[in-house]
């Protein structure tokens, strides 16, 4: 059974950071693009970066600079590094992986075989 858990998120004040992770089960991340993705109140699920096997990223415009994807396949997980925190950061994060598409097509698409409960983050003061 493919599974994803994310965790990491909370309250945080603009311009702060959180760290979070994605944790896989059920198959292994090392050879397939990785995704974070974001669902805001009223808005659509949209794609917030996006990394290939081979390390090749794509990132939403509203974030470079400021977020950073990552993977340990070690331990099967992925990270994303969020720095400078906006309030319009404030969502359900969640994450993905596909075997074929690329992080561009992976986050523009934003699919899934099967979704996580998704992390909260709040950015308020």
């Known amino acids: 059974q493919f599974k994803f858990v994310e965790s990491g998120g909370g309250l945080v004040q603009p311009g702060g950071s959180l760290r979070l992770a994605c944790s896989a089960s059920?198959?292994?991340?090392?050879?397939?693009?990785i995704g974070w993705f974001r669902q805001a109140p009223g808005k659509e699920r949209e794609g917030v970066s996006c990394?290939?096997?081979?390390?090749?990223?794509y990132y939403l415009d509203s974030v470079k600079g400021r977020f950073t994807i990552s993977r340990d396949n070690a331990k099967n997980t992925a990270y994303l590094q969020m720095s400078n925190v906006k309030p319009d950061d404030t969502a359900v994060y969640y994450c993905?992986?596909?075997?074929?598409?690329?992080?561009?097509?992976?986050?523009?698409?934003?699919?899934?075989?099967?979704w996580g409960q998704g992390t909260r983050v709040t950015v308020s003061s």
């Open positions: 990394s290939s096997s081979d390390g090749s990223t």
């Open positions: 059920g198959f292994t991340l090392d050879n397939l693009a």
């Open positions: 993905s992986a596909h075997p074929v598409l690329s992080p561009r097509n992976l986050c523009v698409l934003a699919i899934s075989s099967t």
